[in-house]
């Protein structure tokens, strides 16, 4: 059973700092990209950062140069480091792991930047 369980998310005051980690279970862990996604409210669900089994990286605009993805293979564990943080990117924040076709989700973990 493939799990993955998404943890480090909260309130925080603009300007500040958040690490989300992503915990799998039940893959290869290093077989697979991972990803964090985002959803804010009455908005689509939008690509926030993903890190392929070979460690190359891609970011969505808004957050290049503010968070960071990065991933322990021998912890099967892929983190979001977000600096900076604005009230923009206030949402629910979701891990994936994908080797096509495959393609899981975590439950996803609130993000709330707020003064």
């Known amino acids: 059973q493939v799990q993955l369980v998404e943890s480090g998310g909260g309130l925080v005051q603009p300007g500040g700092s958040l690490r989300l980690s992503c915990a799998a279970s039940g893959i290869i862990f290093k077989a697979y990209g991972m990803g964090w996604y985002r959803q804010a409210p009455g908005k689509q669900r939008e690509l926030v950062a993903i890190?392929?089994?070979?460690?190359?990286?891609t970011y969505a605009d808004s957050v290049k140069g503010r968070f960071t993805i990065s991933r322990d293979n021998a912890k099967n564990t892929v983190y979001l480091q977000m600096n900076s943080l604005k009230p923009d990117d206030t949402a629910v924040y979701y891990c994936?792991?994908?080797?096509?076709?495959?393609?899981?989700w975590g439950q996803g973990t609130q993000v709330t930047v707020s003064s």
């Open positions: 994936t792991a994908q080797l096509l076709p495959r393609n899981y």
């Open positions: 890190i392929t089994s070979g460690d190359a990286t």
